[in-house]
């Protein structure tokens, strides 16, 4: 009895693992020359992780550093509303965008792929992106491999895979983001929230959070960046946390938070659509 039961749910358990990547599976075979090969799981990072840090910390400086200072305005706009001098003024808010092109020196945005029938794509929408830049960021629930998943990966494509076998389900409808919303809004320190929900829309707060609708390189279409595992160190300030695209299946997991960036492998130029490679070998 316990053998069948335990039989029928590895049965299962092999089946739903070829869910998590099905467009893959249904493709790779076209594309072998795309395919992506790493010698060693370290020689997967292009950008050091001191770098990633670096260009997060400094758009997320700003990104918070704007807010403040929108809230100040705001603050001062009720007492000005209150005492009958109210300033209709707006003053030079800044936008994630404009955050994002004063820090990094470009933007990205969503719209509909270059490619027939590819759905929604990311392009580089102004500015130039240097080889070896943060383009982007893959936001989602973070699972460790022993978690369940099995629910939230059906008919899903958005669940990404890492090295490791950590996956990130990184779909922003039904259940996947009912839960990333119920994990974010469980995780906080004092006032500040550890993750940022606003991926799940259409206006991210961190302009960077929309690396899940990069497609998928093809011969024709070379990839332009590549995914790189990047796990938040303890040092990273808890206020600048809550610009982050990811968050925890399971509150009490001992590692870092998994990340996962989206780096560029040769310099982009605005109107360029990001194309990337579902599918690396580690031998
Ligand atoms: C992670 S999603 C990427 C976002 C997707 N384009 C969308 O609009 O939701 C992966 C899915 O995008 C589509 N896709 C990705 N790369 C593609 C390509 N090169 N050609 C056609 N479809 C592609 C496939 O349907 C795949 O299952």
């Given at each position: 009895m316990f053998r069948s039961t335990l039989?029928?749910?590895?049965?299962?358990?092999?089946?739903?693992?070829?869910?998590?990547?099905?467009?893959?599976?249904?493709?790779?075979?076209?594309?072998?020359?795309?395919?992506?090969q790493v010698s060693e799981r370290s020689k997967d990072?292009?950008?050091?992780?001191?770098?990633?840090?670096?260009?997060?910390?400094?758009?997320?400086?700003?990104?918070?550093?704007?807010?403040?200072?929108?809230?100040a305005r705001g603050a001062q706009n009720n007492f000005k509303r209150l005492t009958g001098q109210e300033d209709h003024c707006r003053g030079d808010l800044i936008c994630g965008h404009d955050a994002m092109f004063q820090t990094l020196g470009f933007c990205i945005d969503r719209k509909p792929s270059s490619l027939a029938?590819?759905?929604?794509?990311?392009?580089?929408?102004?500015?130039?992106?240097?080889?070896?830049?943060?383009?982007?960021?893959?936001?989602?629930?973070?699972?460790?491999?022993?978690?369940?998943?099995?629910?939230?990966?059906?008919?899903?494509?958005?669940?990404?895979?890492?090295?490791?076998?950590?996956?990130?389900?990184?779909?922003?409808?039904?259940?996947?983001?009912?839960?990333?919303?119920?994990?974010?809004?469980?995780d906080r320190v004092g006032?500040?929230?550890?993750?940022?929900?606003?991926?799940?829309?259409?206006?991210?707060?961190?302009?960077?959070a929309v690396g899940q609708y990069v497609n998928n390189c093809s011969n024709e279409r070379p990839a332009n960046v590549c995914y790189q595992e990047y796990d938040v160190p303890d040092k990273f300030p808890i206020e600048l946390r809550q610009y982050l695209p990811n968050v925890n299946f399971r509150q009490e997991v001992q590692a870092p938070l998994r990340c996962v960036v989206l780096v560029s492998l040769r310099?982009?130029?605005?109107g360029e659509e990001l194309f990337s490679n579902y599918y690396t070998i580690v031998h």
């Open positions: 039989n029928r749910f590895l049965n299962k358990w092999k089946s739903y693992r070829h869910r998590f990547v099905p467009w893959i599976a249904l493709n790779l075979s076209k594309n072998e020359k795309t395919l992506r990072k292009l950008t050091p992780d001191a770098e990633v840090s670096r260009a997060l910390l400094q758009l997320f400086g700003v990104l918070l550093d704007r807010a403040e200072h929108r809230d029938f590819a759905g929604t794509g990311v392009f580089v929408t102004k500015g130039l992106v240097p080889k070896g830049a943060i383009v982007a960021m893959y936001p989602g629930t973070v699972y460790q491999p022993y978690e369940p998943i099995f629910f939230q990966s059906i008919r899903n494509p958005f669940v990404f895979r890492c090295i490791d076998g950590v996956l990130i389900d990184g779909n922003d409808k039904g259940i996947s983001k009912m839960v990333f919303r119920s994990c974010s809004g469980r006032f500040f929230m550890l993750s940022d929900v606003s991926w799940l829309t259409n206006d991210p707060l961190n302009p960077l310099d982009i130029i605005a």
